[in-house]
């Protein structure tokens, strides 16, 4: 049994932790940080206390997410810089302002904003269109992406490359918990890993829907799903804020999903007008 002791949760040990994981040398690290290899060694091992700007420093040498920064600082004795606040509170008016015209504005395309957790924030009527037939068990809020995906009796049976984007998505969620080290998301990621494929439903059945046996050429993955008895393909893409200085901000991603091939585009235009 593995126990957590008060020096593991010092800066020290934490800093550490944090450098093993993005293989960093101390020297490395201290190059990146105008320091010295000693004075790293000095911090992680609690002969020395870094300053406030240090530990601020090495985080974001070390790419540690926001939240986490304000950990280290705790841990270091030094009060959290980073705000968490609430996406309703009115300090963030702006913020929701912007990013409801900005997926409004992608319409008819799909676009979703997401917290760390993959919990649906916003959405626009592209993505409205892709959960219809879903049940309303799997639509109860807190409304998560990652389940309305890859659920059996989500989205999962009208996904035609379900083990090809079912491998992405896990895999993306799989580096999220390496760089968060969030419990809850490691949870999330169990539970979503261990559903049960829906139904063989890969690209070698396509004929079944009066489609060419080879599927055309992508200039990246697409996500394949079933509407209303046709195919829809399309790519995504993930854009998050710079230099964030807010945790709840910080953990926002914006995902777009960009038509693949021409009928998509046609299919959507009509659909959504």
């Known amino acids: 049994m593995t126990t957590t002791t008060a020096d593991d949760r010092a800066v ?43 530990v601020l420093r090495l985080a974001e040498h070390l790419d540690v997410p926001v939240r986490e920064r304000n950990a280290l600082l705790l841990a270091a004795g030094y009060a959290p810089r980073y705000a968490e606040t609430p996406l309703a509170a009115p300090e963030l008016d ?12 992608y319409e ?18 592209g993505i409205l269109m892709l ?3 879903i049940p309303e068990s799997l639509l109860a809020p807190p409304l998560n992406a990652m389940r309305l995906t890859l659920h059996p009796e989500g989205m999962a049976p009208r996904i035609r490359n379900l083990r090809a984007w079912r491998g992405h998505l896990l895999e993306q969620m799989r580096r999220q918990v390496a760089l968060r080290r969030s419990e809850p998301l490691r949870a999330l990621y169990e539970e979503v890993a261990a559903y049960p494929l829906a139904h063989d ?21 697409p996500m394949r799903i079933e509407h209303e ?45």
């Open 131 to 133: 959960l219809d037939g």
């Open 229 to 273: 008895g046709r195919v829809l393909s399309f790519v995504s893409s993930i854009s998050t804020f710079n230099t964030p200085m807010d945790v709840t901000v910080a953990e926002l991603a914006i995902e777009t999903f960009l038509p693949a091939d021409p009928a998509t585009v046609k299919y959507l235009q009509g659909f959504v007008s």
């Open 94 to 105: 702006a913020l929701r302002d912007g990013i409801e015209r900005l997926i409004q504005g």
């Open 201 to 221: 439903n890969d690209e070698d059945d396509e004929n079944d829907h009066g489609e060419d046996l080879e599927p055309p050429a992508y200039f990246a993955l």
């Open 12 to 54: 020290g040990p934490l800093l550490r932790a944090w450098r093993e994981q993005r293989r960093v040398s101390q020297l490395e690290l201290a190059l990146r940080a105008d320091s010295s290899a000693r004075h790293i060694s000095f911090i992680e091992t609690g002969r020395s206390r870094p300053s406030e700007e240090m």
């Open 108 to 125: 008819p395309y799909p676009a979703l904003v997401l917290d760390a957790m993959y919990n649906v924030v916003a959405a626009n009527r």
